[in-house]
């Protein structure tokens, strides 16, 4: 069993940075590959970031490619997201999750998920 708690989100101005930390428990968290998913109102579940067990391998969607990055701390048992340049269609409750396999984000669909985390809201004001 692998338990995830994520915290950070908040209220933050177009432009600015956030950064989502999500801390896990249980003894295999390390084997298991990270994600960071995001759910807008009235939207889908999309995968935003995805890191390897290792951590020498990250993946991201396209809409936050070159402003967000994806990082875990195997000892620490964390895994956080730095969002940066943040935009208002960045709002939406993020959440942490973890799968036995794989590392990219073709590998983290909703169904594919192990275990979720209940989730941060972030808000980007205009």
């Known amino acids: 069993q692998v338990q995830l708690v994520e915290s950070g989100g908040g209220l933050v101005q177009a432009g600015g940075s956030l950064r989502l930390s999500c801390a896990a428990s249980?003894?295999?968290?390390?084997?298991?590959?990270m994600g960071w998913f995001r759910q807008a109102p009235g939207k889908e579940r999309e995968v935003v970031a995805a890191i390897n067990w290792t951590g020498s391998r990250t993946d991201y969607s396209d809409s936050v490619k070159g402003r967000f990055t994806i990082s875990r701390d195997i000892a620490k048992n964390t895994v956080d997201l730095q969002m940066n340049i943040l935009q208002p269609e960045d709002t939406a409750v993020y959440y942490c999750?973890?799968?036995?396999?794989?590392?990219?984000?073709?590998?983290?669909?909703?169904?594919?998920?192990?275990?979720w985390g209940k989730g941060t809201l972030v808000t980007v004001s205009s």
């Open positions: 999750a973890a799968r036995k396999f794989g590392g990219s984000t073709k590998d983290f669909t909703v169904g594919g998920v192990d275990f």
């Open positions: 249980g003894r295999t968290f390390s084997s298991y590959a």
